[in-house]
């Protein structure tokens, strides 16, 4: 446990200074790709779930068929 703690406490502080000398604004290509790959991921969810409140308001509001038994 105290290996774990010692290199917890070395790594936090290298990270903090890592990416000081990176220029705000400064978006490379693969940034938008996974923006992009990210935003078709949430389009293709919304399909489905538009389907499916269309399949259940469709549901709600149409008239039931009753069958009568005739004897």
Not at 1 to 9: D, E, F, N, P, V
Not at 10 to 18: E, H, S, V
Not at 44 to 61: E, S
Request: net charge positive; hydrophobic share 60%; charged share 15%.
């Amino acid at each position: 446990m105290k290996t774990l703690a010692a290199l917890i406490g070395m790594t936090i502080p290298a990270a903090a200074f890592a990416a000081t000398n990176v220029p705000a604004g400064d978006d490379g290509f693969f940034i938008w790709i996974f923006l992009g790959f990210f935003a078709l991921i949430v389009v293709g969810q919304l399909v489905p779930a538009a389907m499916l409140i269309i399949g259940l308001v469709k549901g709600i509001t149409a008239k039931k068929k009753v069958k009568a038994e005739e004897r």
